[in-house]
Protein backbone atom coordinates (compact mmCIF):
# COMPACT_ATOMS: atom_id res chain seq x y z
CA UNK A 1 0.00 0.00 0.00
CA UNK A 2 0.93 3.10 -0.88
CA UNK A 3 1.47 5.95 1.87
CA UNK A 4 0.00 9.25 0.87
CA UNK A 5 1.36 12.19 2.36
CA UNK A 6 -1.08 15.59 1.95
CA UNK A 7 0.62 18.76 1.30
CA UNK A 8 -1.22 21.79 2.35
CA UNK A 9 -0.19 25.07 1.07
CA UNK A 10 -0.19 27.87 3.96
CA UNK A 11 -1.74 31.40 2.31
CA UNK A 12 -1.26 34.94 2.94
CA UNK A 13 -3.57 36.60 5.07
CA UNK A 14 -3.93 40.37 6.78
CA UNK A 15 -6.31 40.93 10.06
CA UNK A 16 -8.46 44.29 9.86
CA UNK A 17 -10.71 45.83 11.86
CA UNK A 18 -14.11 45.93 10.80
CA UNK A 19 -15.48 47.65 9.46
CA UNK A 20 -12.52 48.17 6.95
CA UNK A 21 -12.07 44.57 6.76
CA UNK A 22 -15.80 44.39 5.39
CA UNK A 23 -15.06 47.43 2.98
CA UNK A 24 -12.44 45.80 1.54
CA UNK A 25 -14.25 42.32 0.76
CA UNK A 26 -17.38 44.27 -0.51
CA UNK A 27 -14.77 45.94 -3.17
CA UNK A 28 -15.40 49.70 -2.04
CA UNK A 29 -12.32 49.65 -0.09
CA UNK A 30 -9.44 49.37 -2.60
CA UNK A 31 -6.62 50.72 -0.69
CA UNK A 32 -5.28 49.38 2.49
CA UNK A 33 -3.42 51.96 4.22
CA UNK A 34 -0.31 50.93 6.58
CA UNK A 35 2.50 52.84 8.02
CA UNK A 36 4.85 49.74 7.03
CA UNK A 37 5.44 47.78 3.32
CA UNK A 38 5.22 43.91 2.42
CA UNK A 39 7.08 42.70 -0.35
CA UNK A 40 3.78 39.97 -1.15
CA UNK A 41 2.04 40.52 -4.09
CA UNK A 42 -0.55 38.77 -5.37
CA UNK A 43 -4.13 36.60 -3.37
CA UNK A 44 -4.23 37.91 0.62
CA UNK A 45 -6.85 36.27 2.73
CA UNK A 46 -8.71 39.17 4.63
CA UNK A 47 -9.19 38.40 8.48
CA UNK A 48 -11.79 40.50 10.10
CA UNK A 49 -10.15 41.13 13.65
CA UNK A 50 -11.44 40.77 16.93
CA UNK A 51 -11.51 44.30 17.97
CA UNK A 52 -14.36 46.68 17.87
CA UNK A 53 -12.69 49.84 18.08
CA UNK A 54 -13.92 50.47 14.56
CA UNK A 55 -17.74 50.98 15.95
CA UNK A 56 -17.31 54.68 16.20
CA UNK A 57 -17.08 54.49 12.47
CA UNK A 58 -19.46 52.45 11.18
CA UNK A 59 -22.46 54.75 12.22
CA UNK A 60 -20.70 57.76 10.10
CA UNK A 61 -21.03 58.79 6.65
CA UNK A 62 -19.75 56.69 4.27
CA UNK A 63 -19.22 53.70 6.34
CA UNK A 64 -23.03 54.05 6.87
CA UNK A 65 -24.03 53.50 3.65
CA UNK A 66 -22.35 50.28 3.31
CA UNK A 67 -22.72 48.81 6.71
CA UNK A 68 -25.90 49.34 8.24
CA UNK A 69 -25.42 47.41 11.38
CA UNK A 70 -21.87 46.57 12.62
CA UNK A 71 -23.20 44.55 15.49
CA UNK A 72 -23.88 41.84 12.54
CA UNK A 73 -20.54 42.29 11.10
CA UNK A 74 -18.54 38.91 11.47
CA UNK A 75 -15.20 39.66 13.79
CA UNK A 76 -12.67 36.48 14.70
CA UNK A 77 -12.73 35.45 11.24
CA UNK A 78 -11.19 35.04 7.42
CA UNK A 79 -14.17 36.74 5.43
CA UNK A 80 -12.62 36.91 1.80
CA UNK A 81 -9.03 38.07 -0.05
CA UNK A 82 -7.89 40.31 -2.77
CA UNK A 83 -5.14 40.68 -4.71
CA UNK A 84 -2.31 43.40 -3.87
CA UNK A 85 -1.36 44.51 -7.06
CA UNK A 86 1.08 46.95 -5.35
CA UNK A 87 2.59 48.54 -2.18
CA UNK A 88 3.45 52.69 -2.85
CA UNK A 89 4.71 55.37 -0.37
CA UNK A 90 2.04 57.77 0.28
CA UNK A 91 4.01 60.32 -1.12
CA UNK A 92 4.46 58.79 -4.40
CA UNK A 93 0.80 58.29 -4.73
CA UNK A 94 -0.32 61.38 -5.67
CA UNK A 95 1.66 61.38 -8.64
CA UNK A 96 0.69 58.16 -10.11
CA UNK A 97 -2.58 59.57 -12.60
CA UNK A 98 -3.71 55.92 -12.47
CA UNK A 99 -4.36 55.94 -8.89
CA UNK A 100 -5.67 59.17 -8.31
CA UNK A 101 -8.54 57.70 -9.52
CA UNK A 102 -8.87 55.06 -6.79
CA UNK A 103 -8.30 58.24 -4.45
CA UNK A 104 -12.47 58.96 -4.70
CA UNK A 105 -13.53 61.14 -0.99
CA UNK A 106 -15.24 57.65 0.37
CA UNK A 107 -11.53 55.89 -0.22
CA UNK A 108 -9.85 59.14 1.64
CA UNK A 109 -12.19 58.46 4.58
CA UNK A 110 -11.72 54.89 5.00
CA UNK A 111 -7.66 55.15 5.36
CA UNK A 112 -4.94 56.79 6.58
CA UNK A 113 -2.61 59.12 3.72
CA UNK A 114 -0.36 60.32 5.97
CA UNK A 115 3.10 60.67 4.97
CA UNK A 116 5.48 57.98 5.86
CA UNK A 117 2.86 55.48 5.47
CA UNK A 118 1.92 52.98 2.21
CA UNK A 119 -0.91 52.01 0.09
CA UNK A 120 -1.43 48.47 -0.56
CA UNK A 121 -3.39 48.53 -4.11
CA UNK A 122 -5.52 46.00 -3.87
CA UNK A 123 -7.93 44.34 -6.61
CA UNK A 124 -10.42 41.09 -7.15
CA UNK A 125 -12.08 41.57 -3.90
CA UNK A 126 -14.45 38.10 -3.03
CA UNK A 127 -16.41 37.83 0.16
CA UNK A 128 -16.20 34.77 1.21
CA UNK A 129 -20.22 32.75 1.51
CA UNK A 130 -19.45 32.15 5.11
CA UNK A 131 -16.55 33.24 7.48
CA UNK A 132 -14.07 31.09 8.76
CA UNK A 133 -13.27 31.20 12.61
CA UNK A 134 -9.38 31.98 12.92
CA UNK A 135 -7.19 33.88 15.07
CA UNK A 136 -5.43 36.47 13.63
CA UNK A 137 -1.85 38.24 14.59
CA UNK A 138 -0.31 41.25 13.45
CA UNK A 139 1.41 41.72 9.95
CA UNK A 140 1.01 39.74 7.25
CA UNK A 141 0.75 36.09 8.35
CA UNK A 142 -0.32 32.80 6.78
CA UNK A 143 -3.00 30.76 7.10
CA UNK A 144 -3.47 26.70 5.78
CA UNK A 145 -5.62 26.92 2.55
CA UNK A 146 -7.11 23.36 3.43
CA UNK A 147 -9.91 25.30 5.96
CA UNK A 148 -10.98 26.94 2.63
CA UNK A 149 -12.62 24.89 0.80
CA UNK A 150 -16.14 25.51 1.32
CA UNK A 151 -15.71 28.89 1.72
CA UNK A 152 -15.99 30.77 -1.50
CA UNK A 153 -18.61 32.03 -3.25
Known sequence: MEKFIPIFIAMKAISLLQPWAALVVMGVKK?????WATKHRGTILIHASQGKAGSIFASEPPFKKYIP?????PFGA???EATITDV???EDLEMQDELINYLTMEEKAFGNYTKGRYAW???DHKQFYKPIPARGTLNVWEYPDENLRDAVR
Open 69 to 73: DFKKL
Open 88 to 90: IRI
Open 78 to 80: IIG
Open 121 to 123: ILE
Open 31 to 35: IETRN
